[in-house]
């Protein structure tokens, strides 16, 4: 209740301001409101108009940059966007309210101000409530009357509406003046002020047409610079110029209505710079290279009858494409840059940004055609790309036997195994064998005649060398002399084959090769005695020499009669030396015949074991020694002992231990001259009247001796074993190691099944080897000579390791002995590179011996096809045994991919790069070498032997040679085996049928034969001693494996699991293991069985280590030897030279 009655009192009490006060006030702000926005707003308008013009000067002299544009129009803006709004705060916003208004009248009426901001107050807010209203109301009244007396429109605070109205109106006269007399260039300078972000061309009185675009030329090639006048260009200069960058300005006359510039080559980017009349044009320039053929092939396909599916690929970038007639080519280009067109014979042809590929080109006769393109910045080639497209006939195969010999004599049921090389330019289909007897008379009236496919190719193999076997007993040849000759087919329709050049190969029954085997040992026998003879008149002479005085041997006369005795000994010896290796082939030959007895070969290994020990050690000493006294002083040296020497040191004193060099330099070497025996005999069979003529001559065979005996290393000396072993050491680059402590035992016995050595223990020999033997004086040379000497002639008759020497021939047997091999060809091509006389010579120099490196290129392919062939066979091997050893080599040589980089150094070596071919070669013969010793563990950590007397069990000989026989049969086996898997996709099936039955039954004989061996071994009177059980052992796990091949070949089954089940075979019954690489010095007496060297010429035992090769200057061979460094750097500078 007293609340109401406090605000009925309250709304009497308040006073309100008289209506015409309140009027004139209301009057008074909104004219303040109008004068002040519009000072704004003209404000704006003239920055706004302003602006305008300037851009509009502006583009009168240049064409203003768009940055500058934005500033000028948002300098224009600043009125309106801040201006504007800032007076309508200051000026509105700040005085909507009477109280406001009131104290705007303070600014002009300072004390009628007062007043009226006072009435103003107490209206709107009285807040004393003592006062009385009549007095407020009277108060205003008076205030209201003071109102009436003053005019409250001029009370408005520093107006400058008026003037803004001038500034504004003076340029929107001179914009209408613009629009109403160049209408053209007011709406161009509109468009450009208000959008400046738009590329608004400027309007110019002399109007050109086109646009100011990045151009593109040619790099550092003049180019030409048009531009021409629009057709309603107000203004036609007579001159227009150009300017690249702070260059020379060009001027060019109108021509019509064009100017055309000629502008210099450039090479940095810039802008060229136009000045026609009052039109300003800047044009960006990049010079750049012209498109150019990074690539360029041509995909062609091949004529169906070729049945090659996917197309070839060639490179053209030479202009020459050769194609086979019918062939039909698509050239695929690649430019270093995208294209927008190109053309072939000026049509069009199809483009995916940088490449070209053309519509299908088919090839009749020859053609030339010529390809442009032009990128997406215009520039095109310089020269069109001519491409002459040669028609060429499909060529005839080319065919060859490889590893088989003319004239050979061959066993009716001996198995020759051979390698063919055929090649086509666009592959070969077949490969075989045909065979013709040759007809006579009286020995040959109906001579046979056969054919059988070898191999079938591929429509892509383009070479070919496949393995071939030829065995008289399963061709049902007779015995009879016959040609044999391989032939080659390719896919062209209705060509005759081509054939290979004719082999003779004499087939004898068992009874027959005896009976010409005896004879030619006859002959062989009768050459020896003559060199014999002529030793012997060597020695008396020799004789003659030593009983002379000391002083009588100071004679010249005398001292040239010993150098021409040094000589006539070393050519005796050589003579030797080849009667030895022929004599070896005989034993290989006569070891093949089952009619040949152990006994009978033990002397015929005997004496050839003698003769290779006289002509490789004995008489190259003698003839050293002579040498050597023909240069020494005439003083004797003081003789160890006193005392004629015997007869028989007379006879056998002129040797000494250790092998010397058998000539020196510049010394003919006879062996040359020596007539042959045995396979290559000059003497016909019995069944021919004379030899039919060789049509392949043979060419001249190469002797390297390959490496050389270890110096280093303490040799441990081993007591002499009577019974030899039937072992062989390969060939390796393990260092020497020093000889157990303590004395070697005593060995007796131990003959047993083959087995082969890798010299090296496979552990680290961590003793060193600084201390070195003083160099002794030549006297004390001359007394261990002697003393050597008579220990030599006192084991003349003993000898000593004839059974290693059987293995020789197994280099094609266990993967250890086939690595090693392929080893060892590495390093005798990469010696005769090194006699090459061609390095460093260009390639027209370099001709005169272009046959030899075709040769040897033509042995590193066939090495790479042996690689390659080995891989194979220990994938297979690999997947039925698996083993850590044979995995962790197969993954590496599988990874090196081997056999493509060994037929890389075929193709260097025909490029005439002899240094880096010697280099690769040499690299890869230790690469092979070190994998073959990796598959053999290292000998485990034992103590050193014991002194004294070991004797072991035998096996007897006739035994060791059947098994060898076995291991012989079985790698023959296995390349049959290997040929009839190549042919199976050119024969019938129930020829492959028929043809592996045949091996089956060949595979069944020898299970019966090992089988045999094993029943022997098992009766022998000392079968219970452990190294006879080893034996027995491994003939039966032989056995075995056999039954397991048996089985795979009666599926028919001639793939890798058949070869992997024969390799097993050979691994088992060729057993590697390790010995220390100590070699010991052993004297022995002859062995009871040295006849069983039917399969080799000799070990590897002193001539296996390759370490320490000093490497011969590959410019010649006369001359300083380079450090190998040296070597590389000469290498590649000469190949950079031969390679412009």
């Known amino acids: 209740m007293n609340q109401t009655k406090e605000k009925t009192r309250s709304e009497k009490d308040t006073v309100g301001l008289p209506p015409r006060m309140q009027d004139a006030l209301e009057q008074y702000r909104k004219r303040v409101w109008i004068i002040k926005l519009a000072e704004g707003t ?100 008076q205030v209201d009357a003071e109102v009436a007396k003053h005019n409250l429109a001029d009370a408005v605070p520093n107006p400058r509406h008026r003037r803004w109205a001038w500034a504004a109106g003076v340029p929107i006269i001179l914009v209408v003046i613009g629009i109403l007399v160049i209408p053209a260039t007011s709406r161009n300078t509109l468009a450009r002020w208000l959008t400046p972000w738009r590329n608004v061309e400027r309007y110019t009185f002399a109007q050109l047409e086109g646009n100011a675009d990045r151009r593109v030329v040619a790099y550092a090639e003049p180019f030409d610079v048009e531009t021409r006048l629009k057709e309603d260009s107000p203004w036609k200069p007579e001159s227009g110029e150009a300017r690249y960058a702070d260059q020379t300005p060009i001027v060019a006359e109108r021509d ?203 429509p892509t193999a383009d070479t070919l060398t496949v393995a071939a076997t030829f065995s008289p007993k399963r061709e049902s040849v007779k015995p009879q002399s016959l040609r044999l000759r391989a032939y080659a087919e390719d896919y062209l329709p209705n060509r005759d084959r081509i054939y290979s050049s004719h082999l003779v190969l004499h087939v004898l029954t068992p009874s027959e090769h005896f009976k010409w085997l005896v004879g030619q040992m006859q002959l062989w026998t009768g050459a020896a005695k003559d060199v014999h003879d002529k030793e012997l008149q060597l020695h008396q002479i020799n004789r003659e020499l030593r009983d002379l005085p000391p002083e009588t041997l100071d004679d010249p006369a005398q001292r040239k009669r010993i150098q021409e005795q040094a000589a006539a000994e070393r050519a005796n010896a050589a003579r030797l030396d080849s009667l030895v290796e022929t004599g070896t082939e005989l034993v290989q030959e006569a070891a093949k015949n089952e009619e040949f007895d152990a006994e009978q070969l033990e002397a015929w290994g005997d004496i050839i074991e003698q003769l290779d020990e006289i002509a490789g050690q004995r008489m190259p000493s003698v003839a050293d020694l002579l040498s050597r006294a023909a240069e020494a002083p005439g003083a004797p040296a003081e003789p160890a002992s006193t005392g004629e020497p015997t007869d028989s040191e007379g ?48 060419g001249k065979g190469v002797s390297v001796n390959r490496s050389k005996p270890p110096q280093d290393g303490k040799p441990g000396f081993t007591p002499a074993n009577p019974t030899p072993t039937v072992s062989d050491v390969e060939s390796g680059f393990n260092k020497g190691e020093d000889a157990a402590e303590g004395q070697a035992p005593q060995v007796v016995g131990g003959l047993r099944i083959p087995t082969t050595m890798l010299k090296g223990s496979g552990r680290n020999n961590e003793k060193s080897e600084d201390e070195e033997a003083p160099a002794p004086q030549a006297a004390d040379l001359v007394l261990e000579a002697v003393e050597e000497q008579q220990e030599l002639l006192d084991a003349f008759a003993k000898l000593a390791d004839e059974m290693s020497k059987l293995l020789v021939s197994f280099e094609n047997s266990t993967f250890v002995k086939r690595l090693k091999a392929a080893s060892r060809k590495q390093i005798d091509i990469a010696v005769d590179l090194n006699n090459l006389d061609s390095f460093g010579l260009d390639r027209t120099a370099a001709e005169n ?136 996709e050119a024969i019938t099936t129930d020829a492959y049928t028929e043809r592996s039955i045949a091996l089956y039954d060949t595979q069944i004989t020898l299970t019966e034969d090992t089988r045999e061996v094993a029943a022997q071994i098992s009766l022998l009177p000392n079968a219970e001693e452990r190294l006879i059980q080893q034996q027995l052992a491994k003939v039966t796990a032989a056995a075995d494996v056999m039954d397991e091949v048996e089985d795979i070949l009666a599926e028919p089954d001639t793939g890798p699991k058949a070869i992997a089940a024969i390799t097993e075979v050979i691994e088992i019954l060729l057993q590697t293991c390790r010995i220390p690489n100590t070699p010991p010095i052993t004297t022995a007496p002859p062995a009871t069985a040295a006849a069983l060297m039917l399969m080799g010429i000799g070990d590897d035992t002193g001539t296996a280590f390759l370490e320490n090769r000093s490497p011969r200057q590959a410019t010649g061979k006369a001359g300083r030897v380079l450090p190998e460094e040296f070597r590389q750097g000469l290498d590649a500078y000469f190949n950079v030279l031969e390679g412009r």
């Open 42 to 141: 003209l404000a704006a308008i003239f920055g706004i108009m302003i602006s305008y013009l300037v851009v509009f000067g502006l583009d009168r002299l240049f064409d203003t940059p768009t940055l500058l544009r934005v500033l000028i129009l948002l300098t224009g803006m600043v009125g309106m966007v801040f201006f504007l709004p800032l007076k309508y705060y200051n000026w509105v916003w700040r005085h909507r309210s009477l109280e406001g208004i009131a104290r705007l009248l303070q600014h002009k009426f300072p004390r009628f101000g007062n007043h009226v901001l006072g009435i103003v107050e107490l209206a709107s807010n009285r807040s004393d409530t003592s006062a009385s209203p009549a007095l407020v109301e009277a108060a205003m009244r």
């Open 849 to 984: 011996n272009q046959s030899d490196r075709e040769r040897l290129a033509e042995r590193e392919t066939n090495e790479s096809e042996a690689v390659s062939t080995i891989i194979q066979d220990m994938v297979a091997y690999s997947d039925r045994r698996p083993s850590p050893n044979y995995l962790r080599v197969l993954s590496e040589m599988q990874d090196a991919l081997a056999p493509n980089q060994i037929q890389d150094i075929a193709k260097t070596i025909n490029k005439n790069f002899v240094g880096q071919s010697t280099i690769e070669a040499e690299f890869w013969a230790d690469t092979l070498d070190r994998w073959a010793e990796q598959l053999v563990d290292p000998l485990p950590d034992g103590p050193p032997p014991e002194g004294g007397m070991m004797e072991l069990p035998n096996l007897p000989p006739e035994i060791v040679l059947e098994v060898l026989r076995i291991i012989d049969r079985e790698i023959q086996l296995r390349e049959e085996t290997r040929e009839l898997e190549q042919a199976k």
């Open 651 to 698: 006879q056998g004193g002129q040797a000494a231990q250790g092998q010397q060099s058998s000539s020196t330099e510049g010394e003919p070497n006879d062996s040359a001259k020596v007539e042959k025996y045995g396979p290559d005999s000059i003497l016909p069979p019995e069944s021919l009247d004379e030899i039919p003529e060789d049509p392949n001559k043979p």
């Open 256 to 458: 019509g209505a064009s100017y055309k510039f000629q502008l210099p080559p450039q090479t940095k980017e810039g802008s060229v710079a136009l000045r026609v009349g009052d039109a300003r044009r800047s044009i960006p320039v990049e010079p750049k290279l012209r498109p150019a053929l990074k690539d360029l092939t041509a995909k062609v396909q091949l004529p169906d009858y070729l049945q090659r599916q996917e197309p070839r690929i060639d490179d053209v970038r030479g202009g020459i494409v050769n194609l086979v007639k019918g062939s039909a080519a698509t050239l695929e280009a690649t430019t270093t840059r995208e294209l927008s067109e190109a053309t072939l014979n000026n049509r069009p042809q199809k483009v995916e940004g940088a490449r070209v590929t053309t519509e299908p080109i088919s090839v009749e006769t020859t053609t030339e055609m010529h390809l442009t393109w032009r990128d997406r910045f215009g520039l095109a080639a310089r020269d069109p790309q001519v491409l002459r497209f040669e028609a060429l006939n499909d060529e005839a195969p080319t065919v060859a036997l490889s590893k088989l010999k003319n004239n050979q004599v061959v066993i009716s049921n001996e198995v020759l195994a051979f390698e063919i090389q055929a090649a086509d330019d666009f592959g070969v289909k077949r490969i075989g064998l045909e065979w013709e007897g040759i007809r006579n008379p009286i020995h040959n009236p109906e001579p046979s005649s056969g054919e059988k496919i070898v191999s079938a190719g591929t």
